[in-house]
């Protein structure tokens, strides 16, 4: 069964930093690559960043062009983003997926939610 | 940037059919997917590439692209089809996957 578990979210004041984990099982995670999806409160789902199965591609929104950064390990079956310079518009429940093609999530996790507040 | 258009809601009674659109400048040239969102839960996947459905998903999920407008079609619904509904395509032009807005479908 293919299952992906976020953690790392948690309050943080404005211009602070936070590192989000992915931890994924049930497949051969090094076969695929990872997008990080968020959900502003009672919004709609918007793409953040992708990262190809060997980080080889590394895609940003423009949104957080500059502010974030994404990597990966495949020994852990693991992606990391590291998201800086936080802004009160970046509070989300932030998602990993799994891509597959040009699906930008064929799996899913349950979120960890990301709270940017003074 | 390419920009995905839904309606904000679809209202449909039960057993009959609703019809999810989602516009974009010659959207019918890429691969279409949509998700389907309960409250409190992650997506899910219900058609890939324009018209194909993932394992597990019901066949009253369809789809179909052409030129402007790609469609979302749930046949019989039902009133465990209420949630919201996105689309999403690959922009090769910027390197960034792009979500429509979503659809809330309600069954009256």
């Known amino acids: 069964e293919v299952q992906l578990v976020e953690s790392g979210g948690g309050l943080v004041k404005p211009g602070g930093s936070l590192r989000l984990s992915c931890a994924a099982s049930g497949f051969t995670f090094s076969d695929y690559g990872i997008n990080w999806v968020r959900q502003a409160p009672g919004k709609g789902l918007e793409w953040v960043s992708s990262?190809?199965?060997?980080?080889?591609?590394?895609y940003f929104a423009d949104s957080v062009k500059g502010r974030f950064t994404i990597s990966r390990d495949n020994a852990k079956n693991s992606v990391y983003l590291q998201m800086n310079s936080l802004r009160a518009e970046d509070t989300a429940l932030y998602y990993c997926a799994r891509a597959s093609g040009s699906v930008a999530g064929r799996y899913w996790g349950q979120g960890t939610l990301v709270t940017v507040s003074s | 940037s390419y920009v995905l258009t839904q309606p904000p809601s679809v209202s449909v009674a039960p057993g009959q059919t609703a019809k999810i659109t989602c516009g974009g400048k010659n959207i019918g040239s890429k691969s279409v997917h949509w998700y389907q969102q309960k409250p409190g839960q992650a997506p899910v996947l219900v058609v890939h590439?324009?018209?194909d459905r993932p394992s597990g998903i019901p066949e009253r999920f369809s789809g179909s692209n052409s030129e402007n407008t790609a469609t979302l079609t749930i046949s019989r619904v039902e009133a465990g089809d209420e949630a919201d509904y996105y689309c999403q395509v690959w922009d090769s032009s910027s390197d960034q996957y792009v979500f429509g807005s979503g659809t809330t479908v309600t069954v009256l």
């Open positions: 990262i190809s199965s060997s980080s080889g591609f590394i």
């Open positions: 590439d324009d018209s």
